[in-house]
């Protein structure tokens, strides 16, 4: 349960712990200044002193908060694996034990944004998950477009680590489990980008890092009976109205 606190706010003078914590706490109350809403809770933007941050913080109460808050913190074990890494925003820290302030990347997310060189940026993407590996982090929801950040066109930043499972070494035997499902879950991914579902243009390299787990496959099954009873019943509806 305990998580190492790294320096705060390192190489930032213009800006003290104690004014950042007031600008977060101050909009938290307000809730203004969201910059988005993802799986741990609310994500903050601050621009000033020369600085642009963003800040993760959880919300809700009881159970519900709880997780969401063990999730950020998970986020923070993760980062601090991955400090300056290139393709890894900063982390600055966990201020107050509950915000994460974060370095703000100027980037899009992968399923809007145009890639420059497709060749390039994914075997840049696949030298940046295995360099994550090699420092204990698997991030295993990079099947989540709006995970992946492409920037200037070409260079890839992976983001939102909340679900990431983080290498405990000695005896873990369901840690180690979790984390090589999830190492598996992150090539997976790489391959769906690459090809965007188009598998019949797999090279036999790449196939290499495609092996679908168990779990992908029910998930699978899942999405799409999902689907097919959605339209089914779609249909249905459709033609009730012409009664």
């Not at 797999?202 to 495609?210: G, N, P, S």
């Amino acid at each position: 349960m305990n998580c190492p606190v790294a320096p705060i706010l390192t190489d930032m003078d213009k800006l003290t712990e104690n004014q950042l914590l007031q600008w977060v706490r101050d909009r938290v109350k307000t809730k203004s200044n969201i910059f988005d809403r993802g799986s741990q809770g609310h994500v903050y933007l601050y621009e000033g002193n020369g600085q642009r941050l963003i800040l993760k913080t959880p919300t809700g109460w009881g159970l519900g908060g709880f997780i969401r808050w063990l999730m950020l913190r998970n986020e923070y074990r993760a980062y601090s694996r991955l400090s300056d890494m290139r393709g890894i925003p900063r982390c600055y820290g966990l201020l107050d034990g509950r915000y994460l302030v974060l370095e703000c990347i100027g980037g899009a997310p992968v399923r809007r944004a145009r890639i420059t060189d497709r060749g390039m940026f994914f075997e840049t993407l696949l030298g940046l998950i295995k360099e994550m590996h090699n420092a204990g982090v698997a991030h295993g929801d990079l099947k989540k477009k709006d995970n992946l950040l492409v920037v200037e066109g070409r260079t890839p930043c992976v983001i939102d680590f909340g679900v990431a499972v983080v290498w405990k070494p000695g005896f873990a035997p369901i840690n180690h489990y979790l984390y090589n499902l999830a190492r598996k879950f992150d090539f997976n991914a790489w391959v769906k980008l690459k090809y965007e579902g188009n598998f019949k243009n797999m090279t036999d390299e790449d196939a290499e890092y495609y092996d679908r787990t168990i779990v992908e496959t029910v998930s699978r099954w899942i999405k799409r009976s999902y689907r097919r009873v959605k339209k089914s019943l779609g249909g249905r509806s459709k033609n009730y109205n012409h009664f």
